[in-house]
Protein backbone atom coordinates (compact mmCIF):
# COMPACT_ATOMS: atom_id res chain seq x y z
CA UNK A 1 0.00 0.00 0.00
CA UNK A 2 1.50 3.32 -0.93
CA UNK A 3 1.58 6.10 1.60
CA UNK A 4 -0.44 8.14 0.02
CA UNK A 5 -3.43 5.55 -0.12
CA UNK A 6 -2.75 4.92 3.78
CA UNK A 7 -2.52 8.68 4.66
CA UNK A 8 -5.65 8.92 2.90
CA UNK A 9 -7.12 6.22 4.53
CA UNK A 10 -6.36 7.72 7.92
CA UNK A 11 -7.32 10.81 6.92
CA UNK A 12 -10.73 9.70 6.01
CA UNK A 13 -11.04 7.23 9.31
CA UNK A 14 -9.85 10.37 11.68
CA UNK A 15 -12.54 12.66 9.92
CA UNK A 16 -15.18 9.85 10.85
CA UNK A 17 -14.60 9.01 14.64
CA UNK A 18 -14.67 12.73 15.01
CA UNK A 19 -17.91 13.18 13.58
CA UNK A 20 -19.42 10.20 15.61
CA UNK A 21 -17.79 12.31 18.94
CA UNK A 22 -19.03 15.69 17.87
CA UNK A 23 -23.19 14.06 17.20
CA UNK A 24 -22.99 13.25 21.14
CA UNK A 25 -21.65 16.86 22.02
CA UNK A 26 -24.05 18.92 20.98
CA UNK A 27 -25.77 17.42 24.31
CA UNK A 28 -23.88 19.17 26.27
CA UNK A 29 -25.42 22.78 25.16
CA UNK A 30 -28.72 21.40 26.77
CA UNK A 31 -26.86 19.34 29.51
CA UNK A 32 -25.09 21.76 31.47
CA UNK A 33 -27.11 25.02 32.40
CA UNK A 34 -24.36 27.44 31.68
CA UNK A 35 -24.43 30.58 28.74
CA UNK A 36 -22.25 29.78 25.90
CA UNK A 37 -19.49 31.59 26.41
CA UNK A 38 -18.68 29.89 29.99
CA UNK A 39 -19.25 26.53 28.27
CA UNK A 40 -16.49 27.39 25.91
CA UNK A 41 -14.30 29.08 28.31
CA UNK A 42 -14.27 25.60 30.67
CA UNK A 43 -14.28 23.29 27.91
CA UNK A 44 -11.13 25.20 26.80
CA UNK A 45 -9.33 24.84 30.02
CA UNK A 46 -9.71 20.93 30.48
CA UNK A 47 -9.04 19.94 26.83
CA UNK A 48 -5.86 22.47 26.91
CA UNK A 49 -4.90 20.79 29.89
CA UNK A 50 -5.43 17.15 28.57
CA UNK A 51 -3.61 17.88 25.11
CA UNK A 52 -0.68 19.34 27.11
CA UNK A 53 -0.45 16.07 29.18
CA UNK A 54 -0.66 14.20 26.04
CA UNK A 55 2.58 16.04 24.81
CA UNK A 56 4.50 16.13 27.52
CA UNK A 57 3.95 12.26 27.64
CA UNK A 58 5.06 11.66 24.81
CA UNK A 59 8.02 13.70 25.19
CA UNK A 60 7.69 16.28 22.86
CA UNK A 61 8.15 19.91 22.39
CA UNK A 62 5.90 22.22 23.44
CA UNK A 63 6.45 25.11 21.09
CA UNK A 64 5.98 25.30 17.68
CA UNK A 65 8.25 25.25 15.00
CA UNK A 66 8.10 28.68 13.71
CA UNK A 67 7.76 32.43 14.77
CA UNK A 68 4.90 32.97 12.31
CA UNK A 69 3.11 30.05 13.70
CA UNK A 70 2.27 32.11 16.53
CA UNK A 71 0.60 34.83 14.41
CA UNK A 72 -1.71 32.18 12.36
CA UNK A 73 -2.87 30.33 15.32
CA UNK A 74 -4.38 33.25 17.14
CA UNK A 75 -6.33 33.78 13.92
CA UNK A 76 -6.81 29.93 14.06
CA UNK A 77 -8.18 30.05 17.79
CA UNK A 78 -10.31 33.48 16.96
CA UNK A 79 -12.21 31.34 14.70
CA UNK A 80 -12.83 28.25 17.09
CA UNK A 81 -13.44 30.48 19.91
CA UNK A 82 -16.42 32.24 17.93
CA UNK A 83 -17.22 28.93 16.43
CA UNK A 84 -17.94 27.43 19.70
CA UNK A 85 -19.22 30.08 21.05
CA UNK A 86 -22.16 30.88 18.03
CA UNK A 87 -22.56 26.91 17.64
CA UNK A 88 -23.52 26.62 21.44
CA UNK A 89 -25.48 29.95 21.67
CA UNK A 90 -27.60 28.46 18.38
CA UNK A 91 -28.91 25.36 20.07
CA UNK A 92 -29.48 26.93 23.22
CA UNK A 93 -31.99 29.73 21.88
CA UNK A 94 -33.78 27.02 19.65
CA UNK A 95 -32.57 23.35 19.35
CA UNK A 96 -30.12 20.99 18.75
CA UNK A 97 -31.56 20.13 15.05
CA UNK A 98 -31.93 23.84 14.69
CA UNK A 99 -28.68 24.72 15.30
CA UNK A 100 -26.63 21.53 14.00
CA UNK A 101 -28.66 22.00 10.92
CA UNK A 102 -27.49 25.39 10.17
CA UNK A 103 -24.01 24.92 11.21
CA UNK A 104 -23.85 22.28 8.35
CA UNK A 105 -24.05 25.15 5.83
CA UNK A 106 -20.46 25.05 6.39
CA UNK A 107 -19.42 22.33 3.95
CA UNK A 108 -21.30 24.35 1.17
CA UNK A 109 -19.31 27.78 2.40
CA UNK A 110 -16.05 25.78 2.44
CA UNK A 111 -17.01 24.28 -1.22
CA UNK A 112 -17.35 27.92 -2.66
CA UNK A 113 -14.09 29.75 -0.38
CA UNK A 114 -11.24 26.74 -0.52
CA UNK A 115 -10.42 27.07 -4.22
CA UNK A 116 -9.63 31.11 -3.41
CA UNK A 117 -7.06 29.34 -1.52
CA UNK A 118 -5.56 27.40 -3.66
CA UNK A 119 -5.98 28.94 -6.43
CA UNK A 120 -8.67 26.17 -7.90
CA UNK A 121 -12.43 26.53 -9.34
CA UNK A 122 -14.46 24.46 -7.55
CA UNK A 123 -15.66 21.35 -9.32
CA UNK A 124 -18.64 20.10 -10.69
CA UNK A 125 -18.52 16.88 -7.76
CA UNK A 126 -17.95 19.25 -5.20
CA UNK A 127 -21.01 21.68 -5.95
CA UNK A 128 -23.04 19.17 -6.74
CA UNK A 129 -22.95 17.39 -3.47
CA UNK A 130 -22.49 20.69 -1.93
CA UNK A 131 -26.28 21.29 -3.32
CA UNK A 132 -27.76 17.95 -2.31
CA UNK A 133 -26.22 18.92 1.57
CA UNK A 134 -28.44 22.51 1.21
CA UNK A 135 -31.54 20.84 -0.01
CA UNK A 136 -31.23 18.41 2.62
CA UNK A 137 -31.01 20.90 5.65
CA UNK A 138 -33.61 23.06 4.00
CA UNK A 139 -36.08 19.81 4.33
CA UNK A 140 -35.14 20.55 8.03
CA UNK A 141 -35.74 24.10 8.67
CA UNK A 142 -39.68 25.12 8.64
CA UNK A 143 -40.55 28.12 8.26
CA UNK A 144 -39.86 30.94 10.71
CA UNK A 145 -40.69 34.87 11.42
CA UNK A 146 -37.38 37.04 12.00
CA UNK A 147 -38.32 36.60 16.20
CA UNK A 148 -38.93 33.52 15.87
CA UNK A 149 -36.27 31.34 17.94
CA UNK A 150 -35.62 29.43 15.37
CA UNK A 151 -34.65 32.16 12.93
CA UNK A 152 -32.51 33.24 15.89
CA UNK A 153 -30.84 29.87 15.88
CA UNK A 154 -30.26 29.71 12.31
CA UNK A 155 -28.54 32.89 12.07
CA UNK A 156 -26.45 31.79 15.00
CA UNK A 157 -25.60 28.52 13.66
CA UNK A 158 -24.93 30.09 9.85
CA UNK A 159 -22.75 32.71 11.61
CA UNK A 160 -20.88 29.83 13.10
CA UNK A 161 -21.00 27.63 10.10
CA UNK A 162 -18.82 30.76 8.15
CA UNK A 163 -16.12 30.85 11.35
CA UNK A 164 -15.70 26.92 11.01
CA UNK A 165 -15.31 26.81 7.12
CA UNK A 166 -12.38 29.85 7.73
CA UNK A 167 -10.72 28.10 10.17
CA UNK A 168 -10.70 24.99 8.81
CA UNK A 169 -9.21 26.09 5.48
CA UNK A 170 -6.58 28.50 7.08
CA UNK A 171 -5.22 25.62 9.26
CA UNK A 172 -5.28 23.11 5.94
CA UNK A 173 -3.84 25.36 4.07
CA UNK A 174 -1.43 27.28 6.67
CA UNK A 175 -0.60 25.20 9.76
CA UNK A 176 0.00 21.39 7.87
CA UNK A 177 3.19 21.33 9.41
CA UNK A 178 1.98 21.23 12.86
CA UNK A 179 0.53 18.34 14.74
CA UNK A 180 -3.07 18.30 15.32
CA UNK A 181 -2.47 17.87 19.44
CA UNK A 182 0.14 21.29 19.12
CA UNK A 183 -2.34 23.19 17.07
CA UNK A 184 -4.92 22.54 19.00
CA UNK A 185 -3.45 23.26 22.43
CA UNK A 186 -2.97 26.29 21.19
CA UNK A 187 -5.96 27.12 19.70
CA UNK A 188 -7.54 26.31 23.34
CA UNK A 189 -4.78 28.67 24.93
CA UNK A 190 -6.01 31.59 22.20
CA UNK A 191 -10.24 30.31 23.46
CA UNK A 192 -9.38 30.71 26.59
CA UNK A 193 -7.07 34.03 26.61
CA UNK A 194 -10.31 35.77 24.88
CA UNK A 195 -13.15 34.81 26.99
CA UNK A 196 -11.28 34.50 30.70
CA UNK A 197 -12.48 38.91 30.97
CA UNK A 198 -15.82 38.03 30.24
CA UNK A 199 -16.85 34.80 31.94
CA UNK A 200 -13.99 35.12 34.84
CA UNK A 201 -16.46 35.78 37.28
CA UNK A 202 -18.90 32.81 36.77
CA UNK A 203 -16.23 30.20 37.70
CA UNK A 204 -16.63 29.84 41.59
CA UNK A 205 -20.27 29.64 40.97
CA UNK A 206 -19.69 26.10 39.30
CA UNK A 207 -21.08 23.31 41.14
CA UNK A 208 -19.18 20.00 41.04
CA UNK A 209 -21.71 18.10 38.96
CA UNK A 210 -21.15 21.28 36.40
CA UNK A 211 -17.34 20.04 37.20
CA UNK A 212 -17.53 17.03 36.11
CA UNK A 213 -19.70 17.48 32.96
CA UNK A 214 -17.07 20.00 31.55
CA UNK A 215 -14.11 18.08 32.63
CA UNK A 216 -15.79 15.18 30.21
CA UNK A 217 -16.48 17.64 27.46
CA UNK A 218 -12.99 19.30 27.70
CA UNK A 219 -11.60 15.71 27.29
CA UNK A 220 -13.61 13.09 25.80
CA UNK A 221 -15.55 15.60 23.61
CA UNK A 222 -13.34 18.55 22.95
CA UNK A 223 -9.73 17.40 22.79
CA UNK A 224 -10.12 14.07 21.37
CA UNK A 225 -12.44 14.89 18.37
CA UNK A 226 -10.80 17.93 17.36
CA UNK A 227 -7.29 16.16 17.32
CA UNK A 228 -9.09 13.60 14.89
CA UNK A 229 -10.40 16.22 13.02
CA UNK A 230 -7.06 18.55 12.78
CA UNK A 231 -5.46 15.09 11.79
CA UNK A 232 -7.60 14.67 9.10
CA UNK A 233 -7.14 18.38 7.34
CA UNK A 234 -3.64 16.86 7.60
CA UNK A 235 -4.36 14.38 4.42
CA UNK A 236 -7.67 15.45 3.11
CA UNK A 237 -8.82 18.69 1.56
CA UNK A 238 -11.08 21.12 4.08
CA UNK A 239 -14.10 20.53 1.58
CA UNK A 240 -13.68 16.93 1.66
CA UNK A 241 -13.52 16.78 5.47
CA UNK A 242 -16.51 18.89 5.87
CA UNK A 243 -18.70 17.27 3.76
CA UNK A 244 -18.30 13.77 5.24
CA UNK A 245 -18.60 15.93 8.31
CA UNK A 246 -22.08 16.30 7.48
CA UNK A 247 -22.94 12.96 8.96
CA UNK A 248 -22.84 14.98 12.99
CA UNK A 249 -26.22 16.66 11.89
CA UNK A 250 -28.37 12.56 11.92
CA UNK A 251 -26.34 11.20 14.72
CA UNK A 252 -26.87 14.73 17.00
CA UNK A 253 -30.86 14.25 15.53
CA UNK A 254 -30.59 10.60 16.54
CA UNK A 255 -28.68 11.15 20.27
CA UNK A 256 -30.95 14.07 20.88
CA UNK A 257 -33.78 12.36 19.76
CA UNK A 258 -32.83 9.27 22.23
CA UNK A 259 -31.07 11.55 25.13
CA UNK A 260 -33.51 14.46 25.38
CA UNK A 261 -37.09 13.35 23.64
CA UNK A 262 -36.36 15.60 20.73
CA UNK A 263 -38.62 13.59 18.54
CA UNK A 264 -37.28 14.36 14.48
CA UNK A 265 -40.34 14.33 11.74
CA UNK A 266 -40.25 13.06 8.22
CA UNK A 267 -38.31 16.30 6.75
CA UNK A 268 -35.80 15.32 9.52
CA UNK A 269 -35.38 11.87 8.57
CA UNK A 270 -35.92 13.02 3.95
CA UNK A 271 -32.81 15.47 4.89
CA UNK A 272 -30.43 13.02 6.72
CA UNK A 273 -30.68 11.06 4.16
CA UNK A 274 -29.70 13.24 1.58
CA UNK A 275 -26.75 14.16 3.61
CA UNK A 276 -25.73 11.12 4.47
CA UNK A 277 -25.61 10.44 0.95
CA UNK A 278 -23.47 13.42 -0.09
CA UNK A 279 -21.10 12.59 2.39
CA UNK A 280 -20.68 8.81 1.44
CA UNK A 281 -20.46 10.24 -2.31
CA UNK A 282 -17.98 12.63 -1.19
CA UNK A 283 -15.98 9.57 1.01
CA UNK A 284 -16.00 7.04 -2.17
CA UNK A 285 -15.36 9.67 -5.02
CA UNK A 286 -12.23 11.31 -3.27
CA UNK A 287 -11.11 7.20 -1.95
CA UNK A 288 -11.21 6.89 -6.08
CA UNK A 289 -8.82 9.20 -6.42
CA UNK A 290 -6.24 8.05 -4.22
Sequence with gaps: MSEQIQNHKEGLLSVHA???????????????????VEITLLRSIFAALAIALYIFWRRENLYLKRRRDYLIVLVLGFFLCTHWVTYFHAMQVSSIAVGM?????????????????????????????ALIVLFGISLLVPEFSISNQTTQGVFWGVLSALLFALRNILQGRYFKATSARHALFYQNLVVMALLLPFA??????????????????????????????????????????????????????????????????WKTVAGGLLVISAAVYETVSTSKQS
Design 200 to 265: AEVIPQVTQWQWLQLMVLGIFFTALPHTLFANSLLHLKAKTASLIGCMQVVYGTAFAAVFLAEMPD
Design 101 to 129: ISLYTFPVITVFLEPFFHGERPHIRDIIS
Design 18 to 36: AVLIFGLTALFAKLISLSA
